[in-house]
């Protein structure tokens, strides 16, 4: 069974930076693209960022680039989201992705709160 | 960016009866490699999003075979042969031909 588990979200104030980590099992974590997709409460989703199978490329959503980096460890079956700058309308569920051309795994999300 | 307009926004069903919502796009989301990158998920009350329909009409491993997509260029339909009470929730389409990917704005189905 694959599982895509998240961590790192809570309540930190605007200016302030976070990471959020999702630890992935059950898949050969390597060969998939991974991204983030965030869903403010209550909103739609947004695609947040891409990170290619062996990290050599980055795509950023415009309200994000400069702020925001994705990582991975294909070691330790790991995806991070560095996220610095943080604003109140960066308030959202984090959702971790693993994308294969036929398959589609979600991660249960990870709520960060950008408030003062 | 591309827009993608989904409709209805709202769709009150009755179970046992067919849906369908519709999806246009601000552009063609056929893609420079020839496939046509539109997928649509469903997100039920409290839970991650699922992606139901790949690539226009290829449906994911586990979805059953009620669920039907189809389209091209700019207009897509997602439609449920028979509504179950496991299919409420809301639907997105999706592109992933252009980049930033984007999102309609979702269909809330509910019950009647």
């Known amino acids: 069974e694959v599982q895509l588990v998240g961590s790192g979200g809570g309540l930190v104030q605007p200016g302030r930076s976070l990471r959020l980590s999702c630890a992935a099992s059950g898949l050969i974590f390597r060969s998939y693209w991974m991204s983030w997709v965030r869903q403010a409460p209550g909103k739609g989703l947004e695609w947040v960022a891409n990170?290619?199978?062996?990290?050599?490329?980055?795509y950023y959503v415009d309200s994000v680039k400069g702020r925001f980096t994705i990582s991975r460890d294909n070691a330790e079956n790991s995806l991070y989201l560095q996220m610095n700058s943080l604003r109140v309308e960066d308030t959202a569920v984090f959702y971790c992705?693993?994308?294969?051309?036929?398959?589609?795994?979600w991660g249960q999300g990870t709520l960060v709160t950008v408030s003062s | 960016d591309v827009v993608l307009t989904q409709s209805p926004l709202s769709l009150p069903v009755t179970l046992g009866q067919p849906a369908s919502i519709s999806c246009m796009s601000s552009q063609s989301l056929v893609h420079s490699d020839g496939n046509t990158y539109v997928n649509w998920f469903l997100q039920r009350p409290g839970q991650s999003p699922r992606r139901l329909i790949y690539?226009?009409?290829n449906r994911e491993s586990g979805v059953p075979d009620r669920f039907s997509g189809s389209g091209s260029a700019t207009y897509f339909t997602l439609k449920v042969n028979r509504v179950e009470p496991e299919d409420l929730g809301v639907y997105y389409c999706?592109?992933?031909?252009?980049?930033?990917?984007?999102f309609g704005q979702g269909t809330r189905v509910e019950v009647k």
């Open positions: 690539k226009v009409s």
């Open positions: 992705v693993a994308r294969s051309s036929s398959r589609h795994y």
């Open positions: 990170i290619s199978p062996d990290g050599s490329e980055e």
């Open positions: 999706m592109q992933g031909t252009h980049w930033p990917w984007t």
